[in-house]
């Protein structure tokens, strides 16, 4: 089972600021930032909502907010994965 932890609120809060930021940069959508980041739409909302998060999931999160965007051929790809 894997397992889940609840971020204290102020790294709740700055991970949200930290992908409002990105996706504010990027000039994309938080329900196509989801998808890509996370495997799910929802996931910012859920997040904002107090929803918990699995360690693998924020590493996820962090890491693809380092790497460059991907194209737009690659979003497609990364889309159905």
Excluded: Q, W
Aim: proline content about 4%; aromatic content about 6%; overall charge positive.
């Amino acid at each position: 089972m894997c397992p889940t932890i609840v971020l204290s609120m102020s790294n709740h809060e700055k991970l949200i600021r930290e992908i409002e930021d990105y996706v504010r940069r990027r000039g994309i959508a938080e329900t196509t930032f989801g998808r890509m980041a996370a495997g799910d739409s929802y996931f910012v909302s859920r997040l904002r909502k107090g929803g918990s998060l699995l360690v693998r999931t924020e590493e996820r999160v962090r890491n693809f907010m380092k790497e460059p965007l991907p194209t737009r051929a690659k979003r497609k790809e990364a889309a159905h994965v």
